[in-house]
């Protein structure tokens, strides 16, 4: 597997620190040394080669690094100044060495911490006082209650770095509470030899992540389990595999929420689309609705509108009248073939033909020269006239003017009638 060491300057702490890089890619995870140990530590005693196949199948990229105990956890001294020096290294761990991880690395993936004794304490108060930073721990046998190093001591700075002390006391609507819940955190202690601290510890954690329903693996081997390595290299092959399933799991349903949530953000961010009609005037409506009506008629209709050509020619009662008189002065010949129109145009009212009877009355001995009227209302045939040509050839001289009689009486008697009228 690729090994890398590297030596950086910490601009928190204000001096050296080491770390080694096991593989080249995977899940990112932060190994705590145990008490006053370097970085070195954790392979010395055989844990790396433990957990080599998940290293070596890029599963897993393993960042060990230096502790600092030496200044604060076992110092002696001010312990106002040790517990300052704690949280300088703890936030050597959130403010520099995570975002250098992300860099090894190549990803933001939260990193899982893990560590055993002294390392499980750091493991665990980087994942329960940073779960935004942190993915969860894998702690084994860890002491958690800071009395046991700075005995009857509390200040603000140590009190954050006392799980047993800060647990029980956060608020219920805390927002880490929420977060624990999509975390992997995993305690785990023996009941033998070495590991009393650590069993009255982890009893605390576990009753108050109850009360506050946390999720917390508090897990607590048997009474030969002592403090030591074999037994955590046992329980780092057995939690191991647990962990990163649940991992997985959780990691994937966060990446739908996620998902989700952007494609909200987007659909609400996205304006509204406009409609591309305008609000026209009530006038202008009115007056394109005729055209949308004819528009949407139907072709079969179109004749319909042939009304305005009638109207064109259309005559008016002045030229009525002109061709009424043109048709009284037209030769008798040409009345058949206007016969209908003439009817029309020469009809007479009573007031009309009076006026005319009196015109017509000083001039009584004119009327046969006038007789072309009655001819054309007693019009005969050809039949009719040569049988009359044929009584008259027959009819005596003399008695021709008393056969003639009638037809003048008639004649006559039409022309007393409109006199008298």
């Given at each position: 597997?690729?090994?890398?060491?590297?030596?950086?300057?910490?601009?928190?702490?204000?001096?050296?620190?080491?770390?080694?890089?096991?593989?080249?890619?995977?899940?990112?995870?932060?190994?705590?040394?145990?008490?006053?140990?370097?970085?070195?530590?954790?392979?010395?005693?055989?844990?790396?080669?433990?957990?080599?196949?998940?290293?070596?199948?890029?599963?897993?990229?393993?960042?060990?690094?230096?502790?600092?105990?030496?200044?604060?956890?076992?110092?002696?001294?001010?312990?106002?100044?040790?517990?300052?020096?704690?949280?300088?290294?703890?936030?050597f761990v959130t403010d520099e060495l995570v975002p250098y991880v992300h860099e090894?690395?190549?990803?933001?993936?939260?990193?899982?911490?893990?560590?055993?004794?002294?390392?499980?304490?750091?493991?665990?108060?980087?994942?329960?006082?940073?779960?935004?930073?942190?993915?969860?721990?894998?702690?084994?046998?860890?002491?958690y209650d800071t009395h046991f190093f700075f005995g009857d001591y509390m200040d603000?700075?140590?009190?954050?770095?006392?799980?047993?002390?800060?647990?029980?006391?956060?608020?219920?609507?805390?927002?880490?509470?929420?977060?624990?819940?999509?975390?992997?955190?995993?305690?785990?202690?023996?009941?033998?030899?070495?590991?009393?601290?650590?069993?009255?510890?982890?009893?605390?954690?576990?009753?108050?992540?109850?009360?506050?329903?946390?999720?917390?693996?508090?897990?607590?081997?048997?009474?030969?389990?002592?403090?030591?390595?074999?037994?955590?290299?046992?329980?780092?092959?057995?939690?191991?595999?647990?962990?990163?399933?649940?991992?997985?799991?959780?990691?994937?349903?966060?990446?739908?929420?996620?998902?989700?949530?952007?494609?909200?953000?987007?659909?609400?961010?996205?304006?509204?689309?406009?409609?591309?009609?305008?609000?026209?005037?009530?006038?202008?409506?009115?007056?394109?609705?005729?055209?949308?009506?004819?528009?949407?008629?139907?072709?079969?209709?179109?004749?319909?509108?042939?009304?305005?050509?009638?109207?064109?020619?259309?005559?008016?009662?002045?030229?009525?009248?002109?061709?009424?008189?043109?048709?009284?002065?037209?030769?008798?010949?040409?009345?058949?073939?206007?016969?209908?129109?003439?009817?029309?145009?020469?009809?007479?009212?009573?007031?009309?033909?009076?006026?005319?009877?009196?015109?017509?009355?000083?001039?009584?001995?004119?009327?046969?020269?006038?007789?072309?009227?009655?001819?054309?209302?007693?019009?005969?045939?050809?039949?009719?006239?040569?049988?009359?040509?044929?009584?008259?050839?027959?009819?005596?001289?003399?008695?021709?003017?008393?056969?003639?009689?009638?037809?003048?009486?008639?004649?006559?008697?039409?022309?007393?009638?409109?006199?008298?009228?």
């Amino acid at each position: 597997m690729k090994r890398e060491y590297i030596t950086y300057y910490s601009n928190v702490l204000g001096e050296d620190m080491h770390m080694l890089v096991y593989g080249e890619k995977g899940y990112p995870v932060i190994v705590f040394q145990a008490q006053d140990a370097k970085c070195n530590n954790y392979e010395d005693f055989g844990m790396i080669d433990t957990i080599a196949d998940y290293i070596e199948n890029g599963t897993l990229q393993v960042f060990s690094v230096d502790n600092l105990d030496e200044e604060s956890w076992s110092a002696q001294g001010d312990p106002a100044a040790r517990a300052e020096r704690q949280e300088d290294y703890f936030r050597f761990v959130t403010d520099e060495l995570v975002p250098y991880v992300h860099e090894i690395n190549g990803s933001d993936r939260r990193p899982l911490t893990t560590g055993c004794s002294m390392g499980a304490t750091h493991a665990a108060i980087a994942a329960f006082r940073r779960p935004d930073l942190f993915q969860g721990c894998i702690a084994l046998s860890g002491v958690y209650d800071t009395h046991f190093f700075f005995g009857d001591y509390m200040d603000g700075t140590l009190y954050e770095n006392s799980i047993p002390t800060f647990l029980p006391n956060m608020p219920e609507g805390h927002p880490y509470i929420a977060i624990y819940a999509k975390r992997q955190l995993v305690l785990c202690v023996g009941q033998g030899a070495w590991e009393d601290k650590g069993i009255a510890d982890l009893r605390v954690i576990r009753d108050a992540a109850r009360a506050k329903g946390i999720d917390v693996w508090c897990d607590f081997w048997g009474n030969d389990v002592y403090h030591d390595w074999p037994w955590w290299k046992k329980q780092i092959r057995y939690f191991l595999p647990i962990v990163l399933e649940d991992m997985d799991k959780t990691l994937a349903a966060e990446a739908e929420e996620e998902a989700a949530a952007a494609a909200a953000k987007k659909a609400a961010r996205k304006p509204a689309a406009k409609k591309t009609t305008t609000r026209k005037p009530a006038a202008k409506k009115a007056a394109e609705e005729p055209k949308a009506a004819e528009a949407e008629a139907p072709a079969e209709e179109a004749p319909a509108k042939k009304a305005p050509a009638r109207r064109t020619t259309r005559k008016t009662a002045a030229q009525k009248a002109a061709e009424a008189a043109a048709a009284a002065e037209a030769p008798a010949e040409e009345a058949p073939a206007k016969k209908a129109p003439a009817r029309r145009t020469t009809r007479k009212t009573a007031a009309q033909k009076a006026a005319e009877a009196a015109a017509e009355a000083p001039k009584a001995e004119e009327a046969p020269a006038k007789k072309a009227p009655a001819r054309r209302t007693t019009r005969k045939t050809a039949a009719q006239k040569a049988a009359e040509a044929a009584a008259a050839a027959e009819t005596p001289a003399e008695e021709a003017p008393a056969e003639k009689k009638p037809a003048t009486k008639r004649t006559t008697r039409r022309t007393t009638k409109k006199t008298a009228e």
